[in-house]
């Protein structure tokens, strides 16, 4: 009997593993909802859309999980200088790029030097490394970047997808926009072609075996192929979906979400994002936002959790702030100001001279209270229509044009602006320099994200302090203050928490949400039991 129960047994086990050698080499098709990807140069892009395939293909120095706390990546491990001026950090010494190309202190050296050479035109990766003032190389694989000032958000910058080290051998063969189209990381996926609009293709890389320690799976990823399809209409991805063309989509919506979450065939997510929320920034230095009691009264006038709450069910959170409630950081005390008040938003108009006029727009000095929200895809159009709605009850004309990311960039270049929509993920509140401190304003041929414009010295100075601050309590009333700040001035005209709602086909496992850099991560996908 025993006999029997052993034979059954070793049929059951070879019968189990000729079926998985039998079976195709696991592939993971994602389904993208944007086809105007540019670079992906993790030194250049600040774009989730590009981050998204970003992170298949290149690792960090240090690892973060969904919940952004910090593990070992690239780096073994670090230490930080009690005055907060430089960052050790003591590298993996068993890596290679995807060319062959060793990992060492010289490549990260590289990396950062070429990430703050204007030539390379970076767009978050140079926010990132702070007040970088040089690097140290200690020996083959320890390097120690150095500070101009103490910068308390050095541990999350380097756990960021922008500060991911590539090859030197490849930038060096291939130059800088080379590069670009055909990137060469140490991550579990190496790049192999991009079809402009349709899709771009990844292979594992067979050497890989470093993974993060909260990765349950280690060495190579069990995925063999991964396809990232360019689908940016959201039901023909849907449909995809369904169709089994495409295992995952991102930015389903909210109707589907519902739907898909209550079909066993079918997993869903909303990822909450870390760092600022969609949302705008108000134009202080021309046309009729240079006023602060008309930015005021647009903030008066739109009821975002009625607005949001409508649009998303329930799904989706309002913002109330220039940072969302999953950044540390976070002040509940922007919730209180700018309560929906359509009287207070009429008073300061009034206040301001703008009286009611002709099909209810109002008018000062013979012209109409009129301001254009540019908005480039996918900014959130449908949300731009409602607040033009809203705006329109308290006489103000906003006018909502849908632009191109070139067309975009040339406004900003040439200040011809009143109000466009940003979002920005990281999981520090020192990202607030970014579209607020003075330094960012752009210029012509220096894109950057000071939108509002705004030239304020107390504001540069506090953010300058949040950056250096060590010790975290006294960072939180900072950051706080900065928050305060920008709304009492309302700069920032904020909509909602940003989020990916992703939906997958359950006969796979293994997604990773990773909120800090709001994409998916593939490497430890498999087929579900």
Do not use: C
């Not at 990281?426 to 990202?431: F, H, I, M, R, T």
């Not at 300058?464 to 060590?470: I, Q, S």
């Amino acid at each position: 009997m025993r006999s029997m129960l052993l034979g059954a047994a070793l049929a059951a086990l070879m019968s189990a593993q000729a079926a998985a050698q039998n079976r195709p080499p696991l592939t993971i098709t994602w389904g993208e909802d944007d086809n105007a990807a540019r670079t992906y140069d993790p030194r250049v892009t600040q774009s989730r859309h590009e981050s998204q395939l970003i992170v298949q293909v290149f690792d960090t120095l240090i690892g973060s999980d969904e919940n952004a706390a910090f593990f070992p990546g690239l780096a073994e491990r670090w230490e930080v200088a009690p005055d907060g001026m430089s960052v050790t950090l003591f590298l993996r010494r068993d890596v290679t790029f995807h060319d062959g190309t060793p990992f060492n202190a010289e490549a990260v050296r590289f990396n950062w030097e070429s990430i703050r050479d204007p030539r390379l035109g970076s767009q978050a990766a140079i926010d990132l490394l702070g007040p970088y003032a040089g690097s140290d190389v200690i020996d083959s694989h320890t390097i120690r970047i150095r500070y101009s000032r103490p910068y308390a958000a050095s541990l999350a910058s380097l756990s960021q997808n922008e500060l991911s080290p590539v090859s030197p051998t490849a930038v060096e063969r291939l130059g800088n926009e080379g590069f670009a189209q055909a990137p060469v990381g140490t991550g579990p996926f190496r790049f192999v072609s991009w079809e402009r609009g349709r899709q771009v293709v990844l292979e594992r890389y067979d050497a890989y075996n470093w993974a993060p320690p909260f990765m349950t799976h280690q060495g190579p990823s069990r995925v063999a192929r991964v396809v990232h399809r360019f689908i940016p209409d959201a039901a023909t991805r849907v449909a995809a979906l369904e169709r089994g063309e495409i295992d995952i989509a991102d930015v389903v919506p909210v109707l589907d979400l519902k739907r898909l979450s209550e079909d066993r065939r079918y997993r869903t997510v909303v990822g909450n994002a870390a760092g600022m929320p969609l949302g705008a920034l108000l134009n202080t230095s021309r046309g009729p936002f240079q006023d602060i009691r008309v930015r005021q009264a647009l903030m008066y006038a739109v009821d975002r959790p009625r607005m949001v709450q409508g649009m998303f069910f329930g799904l989706i959170d309002p913002a109330f702030g220039p940072l969302s409630k999953t950044t540390p950081g976070y002040s509940p005390v922007v919730e209180a100001m700018y309560r929906p008040d359509r009287n207070r938003a009429i008073a300061l108009l009034e206040e301001a001279g703008w009286r009611p006029g002709p099909g209810g727009i109002r008018v000062k000095d013979g012209q109409p209270l009129v301001a254009t929200y540019f908005v480039p895809p996918p900014m959130g159009q449908d949300v731009a229509v409602q607040v033009q709605a809203e705006a329109r009850r308290v006489g103000i004309d906003l006018r909502v044009e849908n632009i191109t990311f070139a067309r975009n960039q040339e406004l900003v270049f040439a200040n011809a602006y009143d109000m466009l929509p940003l979002r920005w993920i990281n999981a520090d509140p020192s990202l607030l320099s970014i579209p607020f401190h003075s330094r960012n304003i752009a210029e012509t041929g220096r894109y950057r994200f000071n939108w509002a414009r705004i030239q304020d010295p107390v504001m540069d100075e506090l953010l300058a302090r949040g950056e250096a601050v060590v010790d975290m309590a006294e960072r939180a009333k900072v950051y706080e203050e900065i928050q305060k700040r920008v709304m009492e001035q309302a700069l920032w005209f904020p909509l909602h928490n940003q989020v990916q709602t992703i939906a997958w086909r359950a006969n796979r496992s293994g997604y990773r949400f990773a909120r800090a850099q709001w994409i998916m991560r593939f490497y430890e996908v498999a087929e579900a039991n």
